[in-house]
């Protein structure tokens, strides 16, 4: 079985200030991991995503995250934020079989 | 490149009507996924297609629930005899035999 922890409910920032969104994972077998946003009323956007190799992912948007085996976690950074980036960010973990397991998400809200 | 369309946006019925979903996966995409989200939660897996064969239902799908990919393109969730606490988003996602989900806007439904 998997699952996904997010700490933080709620993160607010200052604008252009550094982000980090945490995530931490269980799975027992190899996992892929994901990281969603959500804008108001809509779908799910893929961020990025940890398959394999490099540990360290680039996402869209300036986003980055970075895998950890050790600590099983996968946290969501980006440098400077933007008023843009005010939105829900989930993280989710795929196992075996098919599904997505997501975290219950975090609100990031930009300050001007 | 047409993304993941779902239809309607937004549902409103009463208790106990009958109410049915449609998703149109991408167009290449032989996989099909429909998550439940309600308010303040992540997604929640309910069921998943390999084009037309249900391989997956969570426990979360109750006799009420039924979903159907007759000809392993569009899918349909239907809900019977609707309750309150059915009221949530309904995402569908499609993916190909690599490893990512790509969400649809979603469908909004209320029950009165």
């Known amino acids: 079985a998997q699952s996904v922890t997010q700490l933080d409910s709620q993160v607010p920032v200052f604008e252009e200030a550094p982000v980090e969104l945490r995530c931490n994972y269980s799975?027992?077998?190899?996992?892929?991991l994901f990281w969603y946003v959500q804008y108001p009323n809509q779908g799910l956007q893929l961020l990025l995503k940890?398959?394999?190799?490099?540990?360290l992912v680039k996402g869209i948007n300036g986003f980055e995250a970075e895998f950890n085996k050790s600590q099983t976690s996968f946290h969501l950074r980006k440098p400077s934020v933007h008023i843009s980036d005010t939105a829900e960010y989930f993280c989710?973990?795929?196992?075996?079989?098919?599904?997505?397991?997501f975290g219950t998400g975090t609100r990031l809200t930009i300050i001007p | 490149d047409t993304g993941v369309s779902q239809d309607p946006r937004h549902k409103i019925t009463k208790r106990g009507q009958n109410v049915t979903f449609r998703c149109d996966p991408i167009?290449?995409?032989?996989?099909l996924y429909w998550y439940r989200q309600t308010l303040g939660q992540g997604p929640e897996f309910l069921t998943y297609f390999q084009n037309e064969a249900q391989l997956e239902k969570s426990r979360l799908l109750s006799d009420r629930f039924s979903a159907e990919r007759p000809k392993g393109s569009f899918s349909t969730l239907e809900i019977q005899r609707t309750e309150q606490g059915d009221s949530a988003m309904y995402l569908c996602?499609?993916?190909?035999?690599?490893?990512?989900?790509?969400f649809g806007p979603g469908t909004r439904l209320l029950v009165l």
């Open positions: 940890y398959l394999s190799g490099s540990t």
């Open positions: 799975s027992s077998v190899s996992v892929y």
């Open positions: 996602a499609s993916s190909s035999q690599e490893e990512t989900q790509y």
């Open positions: 167009s290449e995409h032989n996989r």
């Open positions: 989710a973990v795929r196992g075996s079989p098919e599904k997505l397991t």
